[in-house]
């Protein structure tokens, strides 16, 4: 084998080396914008204004145990209204980036596990009721995706 066949050898060698390393690199940087992306859903989700929100709809919830009675407070308080709305909204961009893998699935199923399936449970007839009085069948569709997945992985 001559040196330059020996020269030329190496540099292939460590042409797919390097193209492993940046494949590998892509990969990893990727998974490390999931995390955080992950990470500020969970920021979002434990934000003074979030909290408060789901105390109103923790209230709101426990007011009452007939759906009827629950959905007219609802169409009659236009606070509660925004707050069930915006805490349902924050699910539902979380289901779309679940979804479309922009979020690290393990790191959304590890601190939402519960969260997510109980509170598809809780307002479930609220959604239902939406979808038929504003005609939007997929209204909240990724929020019900993701608590159905979520549910399987316990």
Known sequence: MSFD????????????????????SIIYINRQFG???????IERFNSHENICRRSMVDRWLKSSDDPAT????????????????????????????YLRHSVHKQTVT???????????NQVKFLIE??????QAPTMYHKF???????????
């Not at 030329?8 to 460590?14: D, K, T, Y």
């Not at 995390?35 to 859903?41: M, Q, V």
């Not at 009721?129 to 504003?134: A, D, I, T």
């Open 70 to 97: 629950l959905i007219k407070t609802f169409e009659e308080d236009a606070a509660l209204q925004a707050d069930v709305l915006g805490f349902i909204n924050l699910f539902q961009e979380l289901g779309v980036a």
């Open 129 to 134: 009721h939406l979808r038929v009085k504003r």
């Open 5 to 24: 066949s020996i020269i030329s050898l190496i540099s292939a060698f460590s042409a797919v080396v390097q193209a492993v390393f940046i494949v590998v």
């Open 35 to 41: 995390i955080t992306r992950a990470c500020s859903y």
């Open 110 to 120: 590890e601190t939402f596990d519960f969260l997510v399936p109980h509170y598809w």
């Open 144 to 154: 019900e995706f993701m608590a159905e997945q979520l549910a399987r992985s316990v």
